[in-house]
Structure formats: structure tokens, C-alpha cells
């Protein structure tokens, strides 16, 4: 069944113009300035609205076990979310536990999402040992489309992997074309700080940040590079927080040297003081690295804007205030590190980059889906609006009020870090590979209708 869509105004990465899309099954079939009524057999009057490329957030953790308990959306309910704002792709964290073979963990990720996704999904895969095979088993999941790993400078005993090991998985990169994705942290000095802080006493939330300093942030983000400038490949940092981090990364980049970085929307909009919340309320903002001092956030959106800073994701980790972030109500360090975003991240990008004036309409499609469809091997299947394409596409209404709260949002958690944010601009229709999954607030898909997305490695485009 063909669907056109019309009189909408179709935003891109690079350019913004009135056209009619015309979806043919699951992919868009043709594009032109008007098409007659009777092509299609259904037809979206798009008046008023803009036809953007579905959004693809590169960063979740559904239904991942972590900090003594699991994040509380699953693959169904976190697609689900994900999809009432907008977006239409995730590339979800698969993780290998320490001495257990990578190809395990895929499989252990391709049985949670499998019946329950409801938008399509791709899987990085978080390295914590290489041991005697893990070189060659990185190669093997390149072949079954995980063209992405990520590694952890931080969580020493957990998750944390030294510089040995980032080096080899790093030259092992550069052969296969996969990109390593940085948790950048000094994980060892910080957790020199975090034993003295509290034998002093110190356990509410707010000593998570006030024991991870931006400079851990920033030494690790700049050894993350040279090790890659070393190993002679890219490499990606997750999750970037501060100013001082932003530096290393700039200074790279002017340098020549292919380093990519993503923000989140809480990095951008909130500050540490959340964490300075009574009643323990704090905890809902512990997650890693931590909200840090106003100044940083100007520096964060002008990053943005000057591409030194590449890509928008969400690091979507929830778990519910109530009974899972309490684990830690004696000891920040029990707090499971972790905040939910997923459904909000085009509403608050939108309202707060293109409303407020600090980035523009094409750049707003760039940061939260074409960029991260091209880094992360997905273009030009996802992240354009262009014939041949998956009909992924949002049709949204840039003058829609919407007041986020978690009385209304549909993401498996009992607290929004964006409570009483009002914003301008959400999502009306949202299509996935051809099919009206949301519209006007209601949900249209189904669990299992998501299909797992092998994808390209070397992504055809490191910029
Ligand atoms: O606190 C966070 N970010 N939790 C998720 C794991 C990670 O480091 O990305
Ligand atoms: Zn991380
Ligand atoms: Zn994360």
C-alpha cells in the first residue's frame, strides 16, 4: 500500500523545501513538489508540519543489568518511548560479562530484543575482557553487523578496562573498520577520591559529582585520543559532559584527527544542583559522568553548533526513584548510575537548540539523526529523507505544546529529569519502514515489529 504524504515542508541535514513523499511499502519511493491525490491509496495532509528523517539515538541501556539491578524499560517499553518522541532507531549496549565471549552477549541482547522491540535497533557491544579470543571474536561481530564497541576508562572491578587493552581492541579496530566508543573517565583517581569521601562521611547524592572532577573527564577524553591517534583509527566519546573534556576534543579535531563526540540533553540543560535535591531526591539525577557546574552548558550548545561535537543521544538508563535509585540511600556509590531521556530528546533539542535560537532546523536533524546514522553505519538506509531510503519519518509539528512530566510519558520509570519542562514542537505521526506507528498521541506498532539492523562498519563516512 502506497501512502503520501503532503503539503508538509521536508527538513534534511542540508536543506529545508516543500515536497510531498510518497512511501511505498516500507521505503520512501519518490519525492517531488506535488503528486496527484489518487497515487497513493492513503494520504497525510501535512499542513503546517515538518517532514523530518526518524531520530536514531546511538545511546540506550534497555533492560541492562548494572549498579545491583536492571534498567527498568525493556525492549518494548523503551522502543515504545523512544518512538511517541520521535525517534525511530536505537543502537542499544550489549555488554559482555568478564570472562564470557562476546558472541554470547549478542545473543543474550538479540533474545531481549527479540519479540519485544517496536522500532528497529542496532547493538554496540561494551568490551570488559579481550582474554585469549576477544580480538577475533570483535572481528566476528563485525560480520553479524555490530560495527561498534564500547570501552570503559571508568568503574574500576566492573567495567573498567586498562590502556592495554584499549590499545589492542583499538589497532584491532583499525583493521576492521569498527569504531571504539570512550567512556571517558580517570576511573582509578576516581575512586581514590570517592574511598576518602566517604570515610569522611560523606554519602548523599551529591558526592558523586563533587568525587568525579571535569579533569578526570578531560585527562581520560585526551589519553582516549592519543591512544587512537597510536592505534591509527577513529574513536568516539560517549556521554561528553563538561567544558574542559569539549577542549580536547576541539584541539584534536583542529588538529585533523578523527574524534567524534556525543552530548545528552541533560548535560546541556540541567547543572549539578539537581543533585543537591532534599529527600534524597538527588539520586534521580546520578548518572556518569555527572551533571556539572552551569558554566558548561553555553559551551556544550556552542560545541554543538560548531561541530565539535558531532551527535546528540540520550545515554537512556533508567531506574525507578522508588525502589531501585533507594539502593543507595546510605552511600551515593550504591545509587544505580543511570537517568531515563529517551522519548524527550527531539522535544527538548528542538524547543531548546531551534526555538531558543542556538542552532538551526538542518542542524537539529543532523545532530539527532543523519550524523549518528552516518558514524554509526546506518546511512543512508536511515538518517535522510532521500528515494530508496527507509520511510522513516516524523511528521512534526514545531507549534505543538507539550508539557513533559512523568504523570504522562511513556518510558517504564517513575520520575522525568525534565519535570515541568514546557516545550514547543513534538511529534504528530511518527513512520517506521512504512507503517503509522504513532499518531496524535496514540500508539499504532507492535512488540516484535522492530528488525535488528546490521550495520556497516566504518559507517562510508568518518567526516
Ligand atoms: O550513568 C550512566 N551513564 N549509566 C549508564 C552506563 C554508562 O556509563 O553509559
Ligand atoms: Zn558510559
Ligand atoms: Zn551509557
Known sequence: MKTLIANGTIVTAERTYRGDILVDGEKIADIADSFPGAVAGRVIDATGMLLMPGGIDVHTHLDMPFGGTTSSDNFETGTRAAAFGGTTTLVDFAIQPKGTKMR????????????????????????????????????????????????????????????????????????????????????????????????????????????????????????????SEMAGTPVYIVHLSSEDALNQVREARDRGVPVFAETCPQYLLLSVEELARPNFEGAKYVFTPPLREKHNLPKLWEGLKHDHLQVVSTDHCPFCFADQKALGKDNFTKIPNGGPGVENRLQLIHHHGVNEGRIGLNRFVELVSTTPAKIFGLYPRKGAIAIGSDADIVVWDPNADHLISAQTHHMRVDYSMFEGFRVKGNARIVISRGETIVENGSFHGRAGRGAYLRRTARGGAWK
Not at 580480538?135 to 573498567?160: C, Q
Open 104 to 227: 554470547d552477549a549478542l545473543d543474550t541482547w538479540w533474545k531481549k530484543a527479540d519479540g519485544r522491540a517496536t522500532i528497529d535497533y542496532g547493538l554496540h557491544m561494551i568490551v570488559t575482557d579481550l582474554g585469549e579470543a576477544g580480538l577475533e571474536d570483535m572481528d566476528s561481530l563485525v560480520d553479524e553487523g555490530v560495527a561498534s564497541f564500547k570501552l570503559f576508562m571508568a568503574y574500576p572491578g566492573v567495567l573498567m578496562v586498562d590502556d592495554a587493552t584499549i590499545f589492542k581492541a583499538m589497532k584491532r579496530t583499525a583493521k576492521n573498520g569498527a569504531l571504539i566508543c570512550m567512556h571517558a573517565e580517570n576511573g582509578g583517581v576516581i575512586d581514590v577520591i570517592v574511598q576518602q569521601a566517604l570515610a569522611e562521611g560523606k554519602t548523599a547524592p551529591i558526592y558523586h559529582a563533587m568525587t568525579r572532577p571535569t579533569t578526570a573527564e578531560a585527562e581520560a577524553v585526551h589519553r582516549a585520543i592519543a591512544l
